[in-house]
């Protein structure tokens, strides 16, 4: 074997390892690691509020639209709505207008699993005819502005599908949050994966105070008090 045979492997071996070996360490890590997903609006007040940052393990999600798992309820998720939610669909991305419509990643929590009959009366969410416990959101919008009335608040009985979950958000103001019960249950596989931490910011005000006025972009007039504390935090059921 000649000199330059042999070195051959060599070159080969040091491409590997200088770029096709980072290259797919990093392919992995993006397609199966983890990301980061920001909350946008207050449709999650007051579990989460506007701008903060989630971490959603990948992996996760690949292995739940595999068949390898299911969500819990009170699960924060990351998804995308319906195809035929045509109300979802948007051209506009953080203020910039593009040439094509796309569905948005939402962010809600599970209350309904598959086969759940999930019903929502006088603004208290029924799972199989008995109240959902929800201690923190109900007693914050009990003492705000808990929408008992509208048509939101006051929803047919729905079952879930085999294979989906129904999502609603924690803002139980009026108009507050737009969810499974306009555009109904969401595919595991239009679900990105489970919010598991919040990373960002890293303090906040004590109290976020979310207008009552029912206008559009609320997130811009939640009224901020109190003193700074400690943010990140893992994310377990309401």
């Given at each position: 074997?000649?000199?330059?045979?042999?070195?051959?492997?060599?070159?080969?071996?040091?491409?590997?390892?200088e770029?096709?070996?980072?290259?797919?360490?990093a392919?992995?890590?993006?397609?199966?690691?983890?990301?980061?997903?920001?909350?946008?609006?207050?449709?999650?007040?007051?579990g989460?509020r506007h701008?903060?940052?989630?971490?959603?393990?990948?992996?996760e999600g690949?292995?739940?639209?595999?068949?390898?798992?299911?969500?819990?309820?009170?699960?924060?998720?990351?998804?995308?709505p319906?195809?035929?939610?045509a109300?979802?669909?948007?051209?506009?991305?953080?203020?910039?207008?593009?040439?094509?419509?796309?569905?948005?990643?939402?962010?809600?929590?599970?209350?309904?699993l598959?086969?759940?009959?999930?019903?929502?009366?006088?603004g208290?969410?029924?799972?199989?005819?008995?109240?959902?416990s929800?201690?923190?959101?109900?007693?914050?919008?009990?003492?705000?502005?808990?929408?008992?009335?509208?048509?939101?608040?006051?929803?047919?009985?729905?079952?879930?599908?085999?294979?989906?979950?129904?999502?609603?958000?924690?803002?139980?103001?009026?108009?507050?949050?737009?969810?499974?019960?306009?555009?109904?249950?969401?595919?595991t596989?239009d679900?990105?994966?489970r919010?598991?931490?919040?990373?960002w910011?890293?303090?906040?005000?004590?109290?976020?105070?979310?207008?009552?006025?029912?206008?559009?972009?609320?997130?811009?007039?939640?009224?901020?008090?109190?003193?700074?504390?400690?943010?990140p935090?893992?994310?377990?059921?309401?």
């Open positions: 074997m000649t000199p330059q045979a042999q070195a051959r492997p060599s070159r080969w071996r040091t491409l590997w390892q770029w096709g070996s980072p290259a797919l360490v392919l992995l890590l993006t397609q199966f690691g983890a990301t980061a997903v920001r909350v946008d609006g207050a449709s999650m007040l007051p989460l701008g903060e940052q989630l971490v959603v393990p990948k992996v690949w292995a739940h639209r595999a068949g390898l798992g299911t969500y819990a309820r009170g699960d924060v998720v990351v998804f995308k319906p195809r035929s939610a109300a979802e669909w948007t051209r506009e991305y953080r203020g910039v207008t593009l040439p094509w419509a796309y569905r948005p990643y939402l962010v809600k929590r599970v209350v309904g598959p086969g759940d009959r999930v019903q929502v009366r006088g208290t969410v029924l799972v199989n005819g008995q109240p959902l929800e201690a923190r959101t109900q007693a914050y919008w009990d003492a705000s502005c808990h929408d008992t009335a509208s048509p939101l608040a006051n929803t047919p009985a729905v079952t879930v599908p085999a294979g989906a979950y129904f999502v609603m958000g924690d803002n139980r103001s009026e108009g507050g949050s737009l969810d499974s019960r306009v555009f109904g249950p969401v595919d596989a679900i990105a994966g919010a598991v931490a919040s990373v910011p890293l303090t906040v005000p004590e109290h976020a105070q979310a207008p009552c006025d029912g206008q559009a972009h609320p997130e811009r007039r939640v009224q901020l008090s109190g003193p700074a504390h400690w943010n935090r893992l994310l377990p059921g309401d």
